[in-house]
């Protein structure tokens, strides 16, 4: 059986995503169909021929931009210093104010789209899931109780940040948010 029209070119693929993640980055979730399909030198048909709708564009080029914010776990020898180092990146995402800004543009999304909302997440439970080796080593070397509630640690860790990203208030220093939360978590008072 032979097969309709030619196969799928993967560079234009990769192009065509390419070109999505970038306009997310740069315009947010109110990018086209006809700006996909100039930054990724193709024609409109091509992008159509990947995608059904502009959604599924965007909802595929958030899948990646989430992948792509994955970074290194740290390990520095303390929880306090570990929770600095993730306190510091997660801190400093919304020192751009164009990357705050499109952050509240697609957080405003997953308000209203279940789909953006699922991206997200997975994405960010999928990297605190990553990260758990952190608290592994701290409960073996005694900095953490075993009975702490790990997901709660994370969520406040991260949410903090997050929380006051979108409402535009000044984030505080990583040490001080590590310092405040371990006073709760950590059996020593650090």
């Known amino acids: ?40 030198g193709v024609g409109r048909a091509s992008v159509f021929r990947r995608y059904a709708t502009k959604r599924d564009i965007l909802l595929d080029a958030l899948g990646i931009a989430m992948d792509a914010q994955v970074t290194a776990v740290p390990d520095t020898g303390s929880l306090a210093g570990d929770l600095v180092v993730i306190a510091t990146e997660t801190l400093a995402a919304w020192d751009s104010p164009e990357i705050a800004e499109r952050t509240r543009e697609i957080f405003g999304e ?28 701290a ?10 509630d790990l997901w709660m640690l994370s969520d406040m860790l991260v949410g903090l940040a997050v ?13 001080a948010v590590v310092k405040a939360l371990l006073r709760g978590f950590a059996r020593e008072v650090y």
């Open 110 to 137: 997953a308000g209203r789209d279940p789909a953006i909302a699922e991206i997200i997440r997975t994405a960010m439970r999928s990297r605190m899931e990553r990260s758990w080796e952190i608290y592994d080593r």
């Open 1 to 40: 059986m032979s097969g309709r029209g030619r196969k799928p070119d993967p560079e234009v693929d990769a192009r065509i995503r390419q070109a999505a993640v970038s306009l997310l980055f740069s315009k947010g979730p109110s990018f086209t169909v006809d700006e996909v399909a100039a930054a990724a």
């Open 163 to 175: 929380y006051r990203g979108l409402i535009g208030v000044p984030q505080p220093e990583a040490e």
């Open 139 to 148: 409960i073996a070397r005694g900095e953490l109780s075993a009975d702490a």
